[in-house]
């Protein structure tokens, strides 16, 4: 497939490692840069956060574009934004670390589109699990909120960040402990992940940790 990646190299390297080398990437920066337009491609992956900068890059696609809804989701999207947005819209998690895992992790706008979902899942190779059109999805809101307890612990003094790193590594099979997944992921993405969830569902179980915002504000 023509796949167009519109983030940092590194969102491009995932896209490969995900759905493998028999596609065809073609890499932008911002929809603002020069180069491919969207209707080139078979299928879109905006890992990009700010959804002003799209309005006009996407007026006319007719192709599949997966949006990053880490921390917006689809439904406020489309209702903050008096544009044209792409007909075909599918959320995904969209952060470093969440891409290449075995299952795709993905929402729906409208869910007519299900099948065409399955039918892109299909060609590029990957499993996918539809979850709720909801800021932060299932993992990235679990994962960050694990990352906030683990700031709280050690906030407390109950235990150093290498020893719960160790902790969950060994204990929980983990691919990461909390402190080196917020290192991946970005400090500031935890942060605004964690704010936009709390905005969303008042739940204390994301109010941000006052270590953690001291770290994201000297970032």
């Known amino acids: 497939m023509n796949v167009l990646v519109i983030g940092d190299d590194g969102n491009l390297n995932e896209c490969r490692q995900k759905f493998g080398s028999g596609n065809n990437y073609i ?10 337009s969207p209707d080139q491609a078979e299928v879109v992956f905006d890992f990009l956060n700010d959804p002003k900068s799209h309005l006009s890059y996407y007026s006319d696609i007719q192709s599949p574009v997966f949006l990053n809804t880490a921390k917006i989701s689809l439904l406020q999207r ?8 792409p007909v075909y819209q599918f959320g995904f998690a969209g952060l470093p670390t969440f891409l290449d895992r075995e299952i795709l992790e993905v929402s729906l706008y409208r869910a007519e589109h299900r099948e065409l979902l399955k039918d892109v899942c299909n060609q590029l190779n990957t499993s996918f699990q539809i979850v709720e059109d909801r800021v932060g999805l299932v993992t990235p ?3 960050c909120m694990i990352i906030n307890e683990a700031y709280f612990t050690v906030q407390e003094g109950t235990a150093s960040r290498e020893d719960i790193d160790l902790a969950m590594k060994l204990g929980t099979q983990y691919p990461y402990g909390p402190f080196e997944w917020c ?9 605004e992940l964690l704010q936009a969830v709390y905005t969303d569902t008042r739940d204390g179980r994301y109010e941000v940790c006052p270590l953690l915002k001291q770290e994201y504000l000297l970032v």
């Open 183 to 191: 290192r991946k992921i970005g400090v500031r993405h935890v942060y």
């Open 141 to 143: 809101r679990v994962i």
């Open 78 to 85: 489309n209702q903050r934004l008096n544009a044209p947005l």
């Open 27 to 36: 890499h932008k920066s911002s929809p603002k840069t020069g180069g491919p």
